[in-house]
């Protein structure tokens, strides 16, 4: 029987993903006796770790909430849900653009205003006029990105009927693999900024993304261009983009991520960060991220995780699995392994990998690790956190 482990929710998680639990799991109020936290926006940055915590899940993409350095230092695997929520962004992308080309927004919000009235149907008639758009087949889009997100826009614009322009130069076999033949690949960003009636922006904020969408990049667009961010609104330059917004070269902007500033710009489509506010999308990160944490709990593999490199054996089948996080620099592997012969433990199969300045390895052996050679391994320079998973215990 496997360990007992207490989870703690720091936010409401959808109780379908709850459910995705063993009966060796036990949801606790009380974040300091945890082995996992479940997050979605709960702030982390300032939070105390406590020593039980092994691994914090967070139900989403974005993990800017999450001190990721400091975990990675205190050997907490930290894993996030890519492309679990995609599908509701990549629809709000679509319904973005065609709240952009006609004014849905407007034309309702006016005949609410016109209140009961026997002659509604008349002015309806003479006033739908003043709401008129145009139609987005035929049109061509620009999609910055083509990843989980970036691809299901890409191909659902073209079965639509429209012009499909790409770029990515990092995309993955996965996802192109899954893009539509229709879709045009540009081998520089300039092509695609200059060719398109809409551009919508599907890349990860990175240092290197902070601004990516700014002044110089405006001026090579169409005028009278639509931009969609629902991203990350750090993506963008605000301010370049209000100024382009005053002087008409960009005609709408479209944008998921509400703030003072975008609220005084003319022309813009401000919603409330509803790109993954669906029961589907909510339940689907949920699912994902208790399945990887209870996959990393129980048997020490590694998936989708934002701050050390991926890594599995499988379900434990022998009686012990050793997991060591390590600094990744040279030489420690060996010292590992001659520290295990040194203490006449034989590994059957193990696996290593690194990503950055992490590492992580895995090792399975047939016989049970006493505590005193993982609190030996443990205190090891560049050792960061060692687990050993019995398949009744774990120390």
């Not at 973005?96 to 609410?112: H, Y």
């Not at 130069?169 to 081998?187: D, G, N, W, Y």
């Not at 695609?192 to 969408?213: K, M, N, W």
Request: with cysteine; aromatic share 6%.
């Amino acid at each position: 029987m496997l360990k007992q482990r207490h989870v703690a929710c720091l936010n409401d998680i959808s109780p379908k993903g709850l459910a995705e639990f063993g009966p060796n799991y036990t949801i606790t109020k009380d974040r300091a006796d945890s082995d996992c936290w479940l997050v979605r926006s709960a702030n982390l940055l300032e939070a105390e770790f406590p020593a039980r915590l092994r691994t914090i899940a967070r139900a989403g993409a974005g993990v800017n909430n999450i001190p990721l350095e400091r975990c990675t230092e205190h050997g907490i695997v930290v894993f996030n849900t890519p492309g679990a929520n995609a599908n509701a962004v990549a629809e709000l992308v679509v319904a973005g653009m065609l709240l952009a080309s006609r004014d849905i927004l407007g034309g309702a919000n006016w005949v609410r205003s016109q209140g009961a009235d026997p002659q509604l149907p008349d002015k309806v008639e003479k006033g739908k006029k003043a709401f008129a758009g145009t139609e987005i087949r035929g049109k061509r889009l620009g999609v910055i990105g083509l990843g989980a997100i970036g691809h299901l826009v890409a191909n659902a614009a073209v079965s639509m009927g429209m012009e499909v322009i790409g770029y990515d130069p990092f995309i993955s076999i996965e996802f192109a693999l899954k893009l539509s033949r229709s879709v045009h690949l540009a081998t520089q960003l300039g092509e695609l900024l200059e060719a398109c009636d809409f551009i919508s922006i599907h890349v990860p904020l990175q240092d290197s993304t902070r601004g990516y969408i700014g002044a110089a990049q405006i001026q090579r667009m169409r005028d009278g261009v639509v931009l969609l961010n629902f991203s990350r609104d750090l993506l963008a330059d605000e301010k370049a983009v209000g100024a382009a917004l005053v002087s008409g070269k960009v005609r709408k902007y479209v944008t998921d991520f509400a703030n003072e500033q975008v609220l005084s710009f003319p022309n813009t489509i401000i919603l409330p960060h509803l790109g993954a506010a669906t029961e589907e999308a909510e339940e689907n990160c949920a699912v994902m991220a208790v399945r990887q944490a209870q996959d990393y709990l129980n048997n020490g593999n590694v998936f989708n995780s934002v701050n050390f490199p991926p890594i599995s054996l499988g379900k434990a089948q022998l009686s012990t699995r050793v997991m060591v996080l390590h600094h990744n620099v040279p030489g420690i592997l060996s010292k590992i392994t001659t520290l295990f012969g040194e203490a006449g433990i034989n590994i059957e199969q193990m696996v290593s990998a690194s990503r950055g300045i992490a590492a992580c390895a895995l090792f399975d052996v047939s016989v049970k690790v006493p505590r005193e050679f993982a609190m030996g391994l443990s205190s090891k320079p560049d050792i960061l956190k060692v687990r050993v998973i019995h398949l009744t215990e774990e120390s």
